[in-house]
């Protein structure tokens, strides 16, 4: 429970009992009014944290790769690809597709053929090289782009971006990514989950020539902590449990479970990114969402290791870290 929270439940609880005698409320008000006016005297200039920092990527390293790839698009107009290369392009088309089929073998097809896909695809890279494979997801991202810009002008999911990305709308709607029919994230993050959605669908996501740059995995990390979301299990069981709420209170409880939820994977996020950039100020981000969470000695003990550590964020863990013990303290 919030500090808010906290004086607001203490305050409702106090006010009910008093109910018999109204001149209780104002005695019952006093151990609030000098525990919160005395925290704030031994711990001045606390404030309370709301944001977590994000990764930043190099805005000009993602705008040349995105040159970079419509340039290889371009080539390979005139330049006609492989027979082999087509088929890996047409093998990938009818994987995407198999999201949309509504019958008891389809996972047992989808499986099969992302094998397929998969085989096909390294089977090119040995033989071929890499180069057939870039121009045809350069060629495929530019379509995929192109079929996207015009879902979001008219609401229509067409046959040709379904080929080419899947069920990704109700995917990017679940996390954020668009809402409704407008596209909530810029093209050059579509570029970069593009680019990542190719890799993994035909097995090249850890192949040097085809793995995501430094600065597409920041803005990945950017993207996910930004638009932050329960795990799937969670949200269908908050959604099955929102069908059959019937008071506001237990809509409020569900939508306070699923904010928990959402803070609850940001915190796997921020561990798994900082493993990876260990430039990033993990142990700011980690008091942030702990407080959100409630879990304000742990969030303490963050903002003092960050204020420790000294840099550009150890003035704020300062102030956030005199929050975390007010609330502590009166918890």
Known sequence: MGFASWLR???????????????DLL????????????????????????????????AQVLAAEVRAEAQRATKSAGEPLSAPVREVGGAFRAWNLLAFR??????????????????????????????GLLALRAVEMSAFLTE???????????SELRELGGNVIARMRDVGFIDGHRLAVSNTSWHVLYKLLWN?????????????????EREMARLQLAYPHPSEVERLEVASERSRAKTREACEAL??????????WRLQKVDAWAVRDPSYPRDFARGVLLFRLGRYPESARS????????????????????????ASAVE
């Open 255 to 264: 939508a306070k479970r699923e904010a928990d939820a959402a803070d609850r």
């Open 303 to 326: 903002f003092q290791a960050s204020r420790e550590a000294g840099g550009a964020y150890a003035q704020r863990a300062f102030f956030h870290e005199r929050a975390a013990l007010v």
């Open 200 to 216: 993994r669908s035909v097995g090249l996501a850890d192949d040097p020539l085809f793995a995501l740059s430094l600065d597409d």
């Open 148 to 158: 996207l810009h015009r879902f979001e002008a008219s609401n229509e999911e067409t």
């Open 102 to 131: 509504d019958d008891d073998s389809v996972v047992h097809d989808a499986h099969l053929q992302a094998t397929h896909l998969g085989a096909l695809a390294r089977g090119v890279r040995e033989r071929e090289g890499a180069d």
């Open 27 to 58: 005695l019952a008000a006093v151990p609030i009014i000098v525990g919160v006016v005395g925290a704030s005297l031994l711990f001045p200039r606390a404030v309370v944290p709301v944001r977590i920092p994000l990764p930043v990527p190099d």
């Open 9 to 23: 439940e203490r305050w409702r609880l106090d006010a009910e009992a008093a109910k018999a005698d109204p001149r």
